[in-house]
T-cell receptor, first 114, second 113 residues
Framework: NAGVTQTPKFRILKIGQSMTLQCTQD?????MYWYRQDPGMGLKLIYY???????DKGEVPNGYNVSRSTTEDFPLRLELAAPSQTSVYFC?????????????FGPGTRLTVL | QKEVEQNSGPLSVPEGAIASLNCTYS??????FFWYRQYSGKSPELIMF????GDKEDGRFTAQLNKASQYVSLLIRDSQPSDSATYLC?????????????FGKGTKLSVIP
């Protein structure tokens, strides 16, 4: 049982380039989330999904897009990379929206935009 | 705007002492409260959650919740050097979007051998 996996672990992009951050979970969770964490800051929600085909914006969605075609996968797309998108990106999942339900985090992708 | 505030620290305690980590939140409709531990360069991992007023104990960890004061804390007894990490407080709202968590910036704890 791998839990939540993310690829790549590290990436350097040039300004204006595009890339997709991959996220896969094998726990059959309906809810999935993308966060970014800047140095010394808490996690900010970028996008989330409550099931296949359903996505919605979080607190900081500008510059990102997502899709959810299967229960397992929730990729995050950066179309025109900017230095402000330099951050560590975490994907997470949870099974329900019940009180106390836990979000499980992937290992993160460290992205630098130069 | 829902806010979660934590003292950024660093909080330094000697090995074997009690570490006390605090968190306040702005949304009175918040439903449940989580403490995550994050080692440097790693992803957050859940320590415990609480949703009723009072104390909840799990091993060396005790979470305390006071909804009237909008305050939640984490006590770590018999602190060990391996407890040195950043502790993130997260709050979950009630109602629509209740599965979304709002995180504080975290408190960095250093346990001195």
């Amino acid at each position: 049982n791998a839990g939540v996996t993310q690829t790549p672990k590290f990436r350097i992009l040039k300004i204006g380039q595009s890339m997709t951050l991959q996220c896969t979970q094998d726990m059959n969770h309906n809810y999935m989330y993308w966060y970014r964490q800047d140095p010394g800051m808490g996690l900010k929600l970028i996008y989330y999904s409550v099931g296949a085909g359903i996505t919605d914006k979080g607190e900081v969605p500008n510059g990102y897009n997502v899709s959810r075609s299967t229960t397992e996968d929730f990729p995050l797309r950066l179309e025109l990379a900017a230095p402000s998108q330099t951050s560590v990106y975490f994907c997470a999942s949870s099974s329900t929206d019940e009180v106390g339900d836990t979000q499980y985090f992937g290992p993160g992708t460290r992205l630098t935009v130069l | 705007q829902k806010e979660v505030e934590q003292n950024s620290g660093p909080l330094s305690v000697p090995e074997g002492a009690i570490a006390s980590l605090n968190c306040t939140y702005s949304d009175r409709g918040s439903q449940s409260f989580f403490w995550y531990r994050q080692y440097s360069g790693k992803s957050p991992e859940l320590i415990m959650f609480i949703y009723s007023n009072g104390d909840k104990e799990d091993g060396r960890f005790t979470a305390q919740l006071n909804k009237a004061s909008q305050y939640v804390s984490l006590l770590i007894r018999d602190s060990q050097p391996s407890d040195s990490a950043t502790y993130l407080c997260a709050v979950r709202a009630r109602g629509a979007g209740s599965y979304q968590l709002t995180f504080g910036k975290g408190t960095k704890l250093s346990v001195i051998p």
